[in-house]
């Protein structure tokens, strides 16, 4: 079946660092992979997505870039603010057919950023 | 992008009462909605697969007669919490994706329903 594995967190950073979440994946066929992003006390937000091999999804500085050599989508930040402080969910979907939008979850890292 | 609402967002109901959680696609069509179960500090799981005018499908493990889905129209999907334990408490998320079914379209997530069973 499929998989998503995040590194465990909590990350916790400094603003402006450096930010890199690993997320490796298991999965047949070719899937679409997804980051997310969820506040405290709030549902979940789509960040950025690929939905093929060499994609490079991105939004608000963020980045993810689908590996299929590696089976990875690692999301990037080159200056992480305060604000992005949140629980991040790598997740993946078969491409297409009835299955589509069923989502995999990996566990979620915790990102603190502290001023 | 396409908006999905939950209600209610938070709720507190008494052990043995039921409580109905509605996940609403409000300017789309939804074939499809996933319900998602997600304990403290922890991922999301899925509950089931609600599709619109047939049965929902279960996934493993989980009480089809504790959790009724029902998914009555291409834009409301219900879930419904029977006989509610302190053990149900959880937050509760729904997704939606769009109709007809595209490659690469994306499910939309509503904002959650927190549950509180005293």
């Known amino acids: 079946g499929n998989s998503v594995t995040q590194m465990e967190g909590p990350v916790t950073l400094s603003e402006e660092a450096f930010l890199t979440i690993n997320c490796t994946y298991t999965?047949?066929?070719?899937?679409?992979l997804f980051w997310y992003v969820q506040y405290p006390g709030e549902g979940l937000q789509l960040l950025l997505k690929?939905?093929?091999?060499?994609d490079k999804g991105s939004n608000k500085g963020f980045e993810a870039t689908y590996r299929k050599e590696t089976t990875s989508f690692h999301l990037e930040k080159g200056s992480v603010q305060v604000s992005d402080s949140a629980v991040y969910f790598c997740?993946?979907?078969?491409?297409?057919?009835?299955?589509?939008?069923?989502?995999?979850f990996g566990q979620g890292t915790i990102l603190t950023v502290h001023p | 992008g396409a908006v999905v609402s939950q209600h209610p967002s938070r709720v507190i109901c008494k052990s043995g009462t039921s409580v109905k959680i509605e996940c609403r696609s409000l300017?789309?069509?939804?074939?499809?909605m996933f319900w998602y179960r997600q304990f403290p500090k922890q991922s999301l799981m899925l509950m089931a697969t609600?599709?619109?005018?047939?049965?929902?499908?279960?996934e493993q493990g989980v009480e089809k007669d504790k959790f009724l889905i029902n998914h009555a129209s291409l834009t409301l999907s219900t879930l419904t919490v029977t006989s509610a334990h302190p053990e149900d408490s959880s937050f509760y998320i729904c997704?939606?994706?769009?109709?007809?079914?595209?490659?690469?379209?994306?499910?939309?997530f509503g904002q959650g329903t927190r549950l509180t069973v005293v």
């Open positions: 997704s939606a994706r769009e109709a007809p079914d595209r490659a690469n379209t994306e499910a939309f």
């Open positions: 999965a047949t066929g070719y899937p679409s």
């Open positions: 690929a939905t093929k091999a060499d």
């Open positions: 997740a993946l979907s078969p491409q297409g057919g009835t299955s589509y939008g069923k989502l995999t």
């Open positions: 300017d789309f069509q939804a074939t499809t």
């Open positions: 609600s599709n619109e005018g047939s049965k929902a499908t279960y």
